[in-house]
């Protein structure tokens, strides 16, 4: 047992910062009553956390570098555990939304230190064992989000949903201390702090801007001003990569069709598997009436199948060419998600349930793959970027996709409420997208406002679903990875490269 305790803090440490990715979701009702939060803030209750935790990630690997993982990892998590606590005592949206972000600032530091700390702690065939459990709980864990979400907010309060973070917390710096040895630091190794802050610009602008444009329309010049900055911020970070002596990520691996596509199949995961999910339970709780727990467990069949998947592909599939396991995956997460758009004013949760079923099993194939694939993507040299690059952009694509198919629902919603007459269309909508539903039954009929909601999820999961089956193409046709890693690579535990033909 005293072999496996690094491992067991490492995977607490992740299980936590990756489920509160998703766990607010069934909490969002509740917290839109609690504090007066509107779609907008609740909108960047989720988005905040994951973007900071996108725009901070290869910083703090490359901070790691400097300080040590262990010093790191340790650090990120009692801010982690702070910031959890400023989250259970926001006395509203504001409060809320800024610890929010300090929490993906911890996250951040802890995400990017978990597999060197692996690597560090084990070899062979342990080494390869504690990866796999790594990768099963990073892939369970945003997926069983909703459900422990529904169960803390209705048996306790929405706030636990930040409070159980501190003794998880207090046990991951417990046994890090005790169970890891203090790491070696990278002499000569400099942060690239420009990189990092132009990189946090264009993410922040760019998710900032789909918001925006959700309230105030996509041609507003407002809409178009944040754009242009994200535009040149992007710009900048080019500029700046090209010039660092450190850079955060080697230009010239984009290059590279392999690595472009495990980079768009990051972005398409996150967005497609989970972007629609907070809509969907907002529906089932203000609309439907379903309680926390109800809402969570009407969401179940996503956690469940998932997390079937992940343990079944781990050791069916584990000689599986990647872009097939990935593509494959994502193929599943865009049908299964397609599958969802099948509602009506007089549905219940029990249509969603296939769907969500398909795309968990899409879930369970590509989560523990996709870092496998990034690192097959790119000489060997560059695998510790090409990890911590799809990270980034797994959480990127789960902001992005928050915001955007927020944008669709509501846009759709808008649209159906103005054919039934409803005054105020548009702000209507952002009210009843935001948990608003029992406000508005009192000027407008139960029928609009289901109609309504089913057609904006409706909307926004078609376009989801055509993300999903785009990215999985992409894999399958510009993947190329050998179908099972070389025997010397499996004792040596490093990546494949991969030839492009």
């Given at each position: 047992m005293r072999k496996w305790r690094p491992l067991i803090a490492v995977c607490l440490g992740t299980f936590m910062l990756l489920l509160d990715v998703t766990v607010v979701i069934v909490a969002l009702p509740d917290m839109a009553s609690g504090l007066a939060a509107s779609l907008t803030e609740l909108q960047w209750v989720i988005d905040i956390y994951a973007l900071v935790l996108a725009a901070l990630l290869l910083g703090a690997g490359a901070a790691a570098d400097v300080v040590g993982p262990r010093r790191m990892y340790v650090a990120g998590t009692a801010l982690f555990a702070l910031a959890s606590l400023g989250c259970g005592l926001a006395s509203g949206p504001g409060s809320l939304i800024a610890m929010r972000g300090v929490q993906g600032l911890g996250a951040a530091a802890m995400f990017a230190t978990t597999l060197s700390l692996l690597a560090a702690a084990y070899e062979g065939r342990d080494r390869s064992f504690a990866l796999g459990i790594w990768g099963a709980v990073s892939g369970a864990a945003a997926a069983l989000g909703p459900v422990l979400g529904g169960v803390l907010t209705q048996s306790l309060e929405w706030r636990w949903i930040f409070f159980i973070n501190l003794p998880v917390s207090v046990a991951a710096v417990w046994l890090t201390l005790r169970a890891i040895a203090p790491s070696?630091?990278?002499?000569?190794?400099?942060?690239?702090?420009?990189?990092?802050?132009?990189?946090?610009?264009?993410?922040?602008?760019?998710?900032?801007?789909?918001?925006?444009?959700?309230?105030?329309?996509?041609?507003?010049?407002?809409?178009?001003?944040?754009?242009?900055?994200?535009a040149l911020a992007l710009a900048a970070f080019v500029v700046i990569e090209r010039r660092a002596a450190h850079p955060l990520i080697d230009l010239s691996l984009f290059r590279r069709p392999s690595f472009v596509a495990v980079m768009a199949a990051g972005v398409a995961y996150n967005a497609a598997a989970f972007g629609v999910l907070p809509y969907t339970s907002i529906w089932l709780q203000t609309v439907l009436g379903m309680s926390p727990v109800g809402a969570g467990l009407a969401l179940l069949p996503l956690a469940a199948t998932a997390f079937v998947a992940a343990a079944v592909s781990g050791r069916l599939l584990h000689d599986a060419p990647h872009r097939l396991v990935i593509g494959g995956g994502l193929l599943l997460i865009g049908a299964g998600t397609l599958g969802q758009?099948?509602?009506?004013?007089?549905?219940?949760?029990?249509?969603?349930?296939?769907?969500?079923?398909?795309?968990?099993?899409?879930?369970?194939?590509?989560?523990?793959?996709?870092?496998?694939?990034?690192?097959?993507?790119?000489?060997?040299?560059?695998?510790?970027?090409?990890?911590?690059?799809?990270?980034?952009?797994?959480?990127?694509?789960?902001?992005?996709?928050?915001?955007?198919?927020?944008?669709?629902?509501?846009?759709?919603?808008?649209?159906?409420?103005?054919?039934?007459?409803?005054?105020?269309?548009?702000?209507?909508?952002?009210?009843?997208?935001?948990?608003?539903?029992?406000?508005?039954?009192?000027?407008?009929?139960?029928?609009?406002?289901?109609?309504?909601?089913?057609?904006?999820?409706?909307?926004?999961?078609?376009?989801?679903?055509?993300?999903g089956l785009l990215a999985g193409v992409a894999v399958l046709v510009w993947v190329r990875a050998s179908a099972a890693p070389p025997a010397e690579q499996v004792r040596t535990n490093r990546p494949v490269a991969v030839e492009r033909r």
């Amino acid at each position: 047992m005293r072999k496996w305790r690094p491992l067991i803090a490492v995977c607490l440490g992740t299980f936590m910062l990756l489920l509160d990715v998703t766990v607010v979701i069934v909490a969002l009702p509740d917290m839109a009553s609690g504090l007066a939060a509107s779609l907008t803030e609740l909108q960047w209750v989720i988005d905040i956390y994951a973007l900071v935790l996108a725009a901070l990630l290869l910083g703090a690997g490359a901070a790691a570098d400097v300080v040590g993982p262990r010093r790191m990892y340790v650090a990120g998590t009692a801010l982690f555990a702070l910031a959890s606590l400023g989250c259970g005592l926001a006395s509203g949206p504001g409060s809320l939304i800024a610890m929010r972000g300090v929490q993906g600032l911890g996250a951040a530091a802890m995400f990017a230190t978990t597999l060197s700390l692996l690597a560090a702690a084990y070899e062979g065939r342990d080494r390869s064992f504690a990866l796999g459990i790594w990768g099963a709980v990073s892939g369970a864990a945003a997926a069983l989000g909703p459900v422990l979400g529904g169960v803390l907010t209705q048996s306790l309060e929405w706030r636990w949903i930040f409070f159980i973070n501190l003794p998880v917390s207090v046990a991951a710096v417990w046994l890090t201390l005790r169970a890891i040895a203090p790491s070696k630091r990278a002499g000569g190794r400099r942060v690239d702090w420009a990189g990092t802050a132009a990189f946090a610009l264009f993410a922040g602008a760019a998710t900032y801007g789909v918001v925006r444009a959700g309230s105030e329309g996509w041609a507003s010049s407002r809409t178009g001003l944040t754009f242009s900055v994200a535009a040149l911020a992007l710009a900048a970070f080019v500029v700046i990569e090209r010039r660092a002596a450190h850079p955060l990520i080697d230009l010239s691996l984009f290059r590279r069709p392999s690595f472009v596509a495990v980079m768009a199949a990051g972005v398409a995961y996150n967005a497609a598997a989970f972007g629609v999910l907070p809509y969907t339970s907002i529906w089932l709780q203000t609309v439907l009436g379903m309680s926390p727990v109800g809402a969570g467990l009407a969401l179940l069949p996503l956690a469940a199948t998932a997390f079937v998947a992940a343990a079944v592909s781990g050791r069916l599939l584990h000689d599986a060419p990647h872009r097939l396991v990935i593509g494959g995956g994502l193929l599943l997460i865009g049908a299964g998600t397609l599958g969802q758009a099948v509602l009506d004013a007089d549905s219940g949760w029990a249509p969603l349930t296939a769907g969500l079923a398909v795309a968990g099993i899409g879930v369970g194939l590509v989560s523990p793959g996709l870092a496998g694939a990034a690192l097959a993507s790119v000489p060997p040299r560059n695998a510790g970027m090409a990890g911590g690059s799809v990270n980034t952009f797994r959480q990127l694509g789960y902001a992005l996709g928050v915001a955007v198919f927020g944008t669709v629902a509501t846009a759709r919603m808008s649209h159906s409420l103005e054919r039934a007459g409803v005054d105020g269309a548009t702000e209507a909508a952002h009210t009843l997208a935001g948990g608003g539903a029992g406000v508005l039954r009192h000027t407008t009929a139960e029928e609009a406002l289901r109609a309504a909601f089913a057609s904006g999820l409706n909307t926004a999961a078609v376009v989801a679903g055509v993300v999903g089956l785009l990215a999985g193409v992409a894999v399958l046709v510009w993947v190329r990875a050998s179908a099972a890693p070389p025997a010397e690579q499996v004792r040596t535990n490093r990546p494949v490269a991969v030839e492009r033909r």
